[in-house]
């Protein structure tokens, strides 16, 4: 049994490896996204999107449409890496992992908003959010206990 | 009535980044359910950004360069808001507007004031101080105590 362990380990071992240098590569390059040279890329995109795109810079979107792609994409792989860096950690550190209702008091604070000063009622919608929706995010539970309140308080 | 302000950017302070870097932090789990909030805000590509002020980077012995910095620097996702000239002269006005204040805080208050996009939540340890500082930004700002 533990000679079966071992392999499936040692087996297992390459693939995290591989994966990890990739992580450790994406933060890489994400840190020179600031100072390193550009390039010229094209994309396929949908011709109403680049028109779009023209249309929103005009009205005051960002400076270019460069500008609103480069940002948008990297934000995307931002908030991407920190998922996978977020997961990393919980994965070192299983008790640090916020549980939906802390997230949830967590973005009330944030945006000051009333519902932060009720934590009890917070706990109980994101107990019925999390029942009623896998995965479900902090500002789900906001809408469900603003709803609840605005049903209490009817 | 309070009005509901969803940020456009969280600035930390040093106890907020103190408190991301120690897995063993007393308020690691409480600072880092902020950091998620704004995680599942972008990944649904909502405009919102985590900033540091360099001075709570020195006062939280930050140096993204270090090893034993790398996972902060993962997890955190903040970029630097840096303390220019232009910057100090505010960070200085307000510190001598608000006696007790440290220079930490006055840099703080002062990336609140003006990183975009708006509006701003400081994520701290300190509200009491940061309330104080608030009554004299330019724009309103909301403190989340940690």
New interface residues.
Partial sequence: MLRFVLQEVRRAMPKRNERQQQVDRL?ELLDRFDTDATVVTSVRQPVAMREAVKVAVALGLDPTPNDAAVA?LR??L??????L??DA?YA??P????SLA??A???A??????LADEPELLARAADAVARLRAGA???DVLLYAAALAEAQSA | ???????GT?VVDSEAVDALAD?QHPK???T??????????????E?VRVIAPTAVRVEARWDRRAPSAA?L???C?ARDHGLDSVAANRAAELAGLVPGVSVVDAAVAQAAEVVEPAPT?I?TSDDEDFRRLAAYLSRPV?I??I
Avoid: C, K
């Fill in positions: 933060f948008a934000d995307r931002e908030s991407f890496a920190q998922r860096a977020l950690h070192a550190h008790e640090a992992r916020p802390e997230r008091l967590a973005a604070r944030l945006d000051d908003d009333p995010t902090a500002d | 009535m309070r009005q509901r302000r969803r940020p969280v897995p690691h789990r409480d880092l359910a902020y950091i998620e909030v704004t995680n599942e805000r972008r990944a649904r590509n405009r996972n620097n993962r997890i996702g939540t994520v909301v989340a105590r």
